[in-house]
């Protein structure tokens, strides 16, 4: 009995020292740089330098923010790794790891309609609204920097820069951080049909892939009319009729426009599509033989029977 005792007080002792070595993985250092001041410390991983905002931490208190960034740490690797796996042979295989800022007390302009930004000039992440809207949105920008900044022909007009991000992100990664958060599913005011069409059962999470396809069915058949909506030119605009009977490239959701991505890659593949993805889009015939307007219906089709598959109804 006493040596089970003493087992178990070793055990009970140890935790405190597992879960600091757990948050230590990644060693904090002092930031000598130019924004010391507003950023005193930084944490290095091989994919990213984290500058530690002292604003930030007086906003949320310091073991909340702390908390919130080695829980994250780990996810954000493994989901980087990921993106560069599948960008291999389109980026160099050495890539300098991306800075990413928190600005959670949204003191930037753009926090006014994003929840994070890749900025081409400057060259790094910056994340909005606390850490729980940083997991859904991370991957994304983390692509934007590989394909707009890495990439030899770089991501250009909207829907391939925007299109590309969400199509990686959503259809060819795991994307751990979205998926811990159920990719926003409470916040971002999905309809509530979408919940089961898009729950991955096994995993009792939101299946980013089958969420992106469900939500192209429903831009498909009309469903934007009416609705304000993020489109790939990145500004927030409303679906009309007459837009929904002649839509333009830049004027696609980015379910819609991550959804002709991988149809393209689908029917085309990966070779072609991504050795193109800086013309217009208004030029796609010079490519596919067809146009837009053609291949946005023939999407359509490939997208509906897509739900098919996957038992996804409406």
């Excluded at 178990?8 to 948050?23: D, G, H, K, R, T």
């Excluded at 800086?278 to 067809?290: H, L, N, Q």
């Amino acid at each position: 009995m006493k040596r089970i005792l003493a087992f178990l007080l070793a055990i009970l002792f140890s935790l405190p020292a597992i879960c600091c070595a757990e948050q230590t993985k990644y060693q904090k250092e002092e930031n000598t740089g130019w924004n010391k001041d507003s950023r005193p410390y930084i944490i290095r991983t091989p994919f990213a330098v984290w500058y530690i905002s002292k604003a930030d931490i007086e906003l949320l208190g310091e073991d909340a923010y702390y908390q919130g960034l080695y829980a994250i740490l780990d996810d954000a690797e493994a989901d980087f790794a990921d993106a560069r796996a599948a960008l291999k042979g389109f980026i160099p295989d050495e890539i300098q790891p991306i800075d990413i800022y928190t600005d959670f007390c949204n003191k930037a302009e753009a926090s006014k309609t994003s929840d994070a930004f890749y900025r081409e000039l400057g060259n790094y992440i910056k994340l909005f609204n606390g850490w729980n809207t940083a997991r859904i949105a991370l991957l994304h920008e983390y692509v934007h920097y590989l394909t707009m900044h890495c990439a030899q022909s770089r991501t250009q007009f909207g829907f391939w820069a925007e299109g590309i991000a969400e199509y990686i992100a959503n259809f060819v990664c795991k994307n751990r951080m979205g998926r811990s958060e159920n990719m926003g599913f409470e916040i971002a005011g999905y309809p509530p049909v979408m919940w089961n069409q898009s729950l991955n059962e096994a995993e009792n999470s939101i299946d980013p892939r089958k969420l992106n396809i469900g939500l192209g069915a429903l831009a498909a058949n009309g469903g934007l009319v009416g609705l304000r909506y993020y489109a790939v030119k990145n500004e927030t605009i409303e679906r009309t009729e007459e837009m929904d009977k002649n839509l333009k490239p830049e004027d696609l959701s980015l379910c819609e426009a991550s959804g002709m991505i991988a149809y393209l890659v689908d029917i085309y593949g990966k070779n072609i599509v991504f050795n193109n993805w800086s013309i217009d889009p208004d030029a796609m015939e010079t490519v596919f033989d067809k146009p837009f307007s053609e291949l946005y219906l023939e999407w359509t089709e490939w997208n509906a029977e897509q739900c098919r598959i996957m038992g996804i109804q409406f």
